[in-house]
Nanobody
Framework: QVQLVESGGGLVQAGGSLRLSCAASGSIFSINAMGWYRQAPGKQRELVAV???????NYADSVKGRFTISRDNAKNTVFLQMNSLKPEDTAVYYC??????????????WGQGTQVTVSS
């Protein structure tokens, strides 16, 4: 069993910053990739940023230059530093992990989601 626990969401004014954290725990053998997705009301879930075990990163065009994803491999934790937030960043942010468990199976796990609200 694996759990992803997110924290760090909240309400912030436009131009402000927030930092999201997501810690994975449980029967983890290795984590291939961890990332963040978001879903705004009435919209589909979209990729925000992802980082692989090799250290490569990928960002949605809408957040490039404003958001930074980082990872603490020793703690199975991924962070999303969000700067210069805009009202259009308002969404529920979900942590995602593609990982192998100790029984040698590959899974795609999701966190419970954390609300980020940016006021204008």
């Amino acid at each position: 069993q694996v759990q992803l626990v997110e924290s760090g969401g909240g309400l912030v004014q436009a131009g402000g910053s927030l930092r999201l954290s997501c810690a994975a725990s449980g029967s983890i053998f290795s984590i291939n990739a961890m990332g963040w997705y978001r879903q705004a009301p009435g919209k589909q879930r979209e990729l925000v940023a992802v980082t692989t075990s090799g250290g490569s990163t990928n960002y949605a065009d809408s957040v490039k230059g404003r958001f930074t994803i980082s990872r603490d491999n020793a703690k199975n934790t991924v962070f999303l530093q969000m700067n210069s937030l805009k009202p259009e960043d308002t969404a529920v942010y979900y942590c995602n992990a593609v990982l192998a468990t100790t029984d040698w199976r590959l899974y795609n796990y999701w966190g419970q989601g954390t609300q980020v609200t940016v006021s204008s």
